[in-house]
Structure formats: C-alpha cells, structure tokens
C-alpha cells in the first residue's frame, strides 16, 4: 500500500490480545474501548475475535475523515465475517467506501494487488471529485 501513496493506520495489535488474555488487562496499551462503544447499533455484542473492532474503528474513521477502510480477515473468520455483513450499511451510512480482503494460503500476491489497486483508485477519484478537481457522476 506504501508504494501506492497510501498512508496507512493500524487498528488492531498483538499486543493487545496478549494484555487481554494473558496479563488480564494489567498492562496499559493502546485499547479498543472506543471502538467497542462505536459499534452499537450495527453489532451490539461481542460476536468474537475482532468483529465489534473492525465495525466501530470504520465507525471511527469515518468521523476523523478518513478515505476509505481496508478489512482485512482471515478465510473462514466468523466474527470478520459477521462484520462484513455490517460494513455495507456502515459504508453507505458512514460515507466510507470500505473494502474486505479475505486472505488464506492460497491467495496469490497478484490478486490481491490488483484488487487493492483498484480500491485505491477509487478512493482516490472520489477524493479527487470532493476537492473539486473533476466533475464526477455519483461515486
């Protein structure tokens, strides 16, 4: 994504699961409180792994104005799966464009850079139609 111009933020760390689940939340690290408040009305519970998180740092990122929201999941993660249900309305509600990439042993590098490339121009023409720098129809 670097050497597509992109700037890129982190929203989920190692680090945090192992404060979680091994020190019991002892040590203080970047949390995901935010997030978790965020995510309601579009995942009220926890669904499991990082579902609320994904939904609510988009939620998050929206309002800070961001361009756009990469969801990266593994193949066959159900909670990722549950909140990619969710990102569609998030999307349209939120005015994020928002794409998932689900990711296994067998997705090959040209794929997924071609799909990424392809998200990143859109973000960036819908950047490009917001500043005014071309007439653009419904992005």
Request: net charge negative; aromatic share 8%.
């Amino acid at each position: 994504l670097g050497r597509l111009g992109v700037e890129v933020t982190r929203s989920i760390y190692l680090s945090e699961w192992i404060n979680d689940h091994l020190f019991m939340g002892l040590l203080k690290v970047k949390g995901s409180k935010a997030a978790k408040e965020t995510a309601p009305p579009y995942i009220n519970h926890f669904v499991g792994g990082h579902g609320q998180e994904s939904i609510g740092n988009t939620i998050l990122y929206a309002q800070s104005g961001y361009d756009g929201v990469i969801q990266v999941a593994p193949f066959t993660c159900m909670p990722e799966i549950v909140a990619e249900s969710v990102m569609p309305r998030v999307s349209r509600e939120h005015n994020i464009p928002t794409f998932t990439l689900i990711v296994d042993e067998h997705s090959g590098d040209a794929g997924v850079l071609t799909r990424l490339e392809a998200f990143v121009d859109l973000l960036a023409r819908k950047k490009s139609c917001r500043e005014g720098e071309t007439k653009c129809a419904d992005i």
